[in-house]
């Protein structure tokens, strides 16, 4: 249901499970599982403090940057969203996700 882009509340507590102590708390993979989920049911807080956490962890993982990039566009965050771009900027411009982000609408000069 995530790769439908229409995952439920179903999907979202198989992500919680999955995270749990007792499986996998520090799977990079299921919390960007997770925060699809949030961003396709529309809950970009949830989905941006999801890819936020995860950049904490891996500042050099790529998985879910353009989305992370759409949601800063969205909400209007253009500073986070510059500053993303930046970063992404300096590691590979030629990395045709980094160029996904930097198509994204940056209102500050790079």
């Not at 007792?22 to 970009?44: C, K, T």
């Not at 992370?68 to 590979?92: M, P, Q, W």
Request: neutral net charge.
């Amino acid at each position: 249901m995530n790769n439908l882009h229409c995952p439920g509340d179903q999907e979202l507590a198989f992500c919680n499970r999955l995270l749990a102590q007792s499986f996998f708390p520090n799977s990079l993979w299921i919390m960007s599982l997770r925060a699809h989920v949030f961003y396709n049911a529309h809950d970009f807080s949830a989905a941006r403090g999801q890819f936020e956490a995860i950049l904490a962890i891996d500042p050099h993982r790529l998985g879910g940057a353009n989305i992370l990039s759409n949601i800063y566009y969205v909400t209007g965050n253009k500073v986070a969203l510059t500053k993303l771009a930046r970063t992404f900027l300096e590691l590979d411009k030629d990395r045709p996700e980094i160029c996904g982000i930097l198509g994204t609408p940056i209102y500050i000069i790079l």
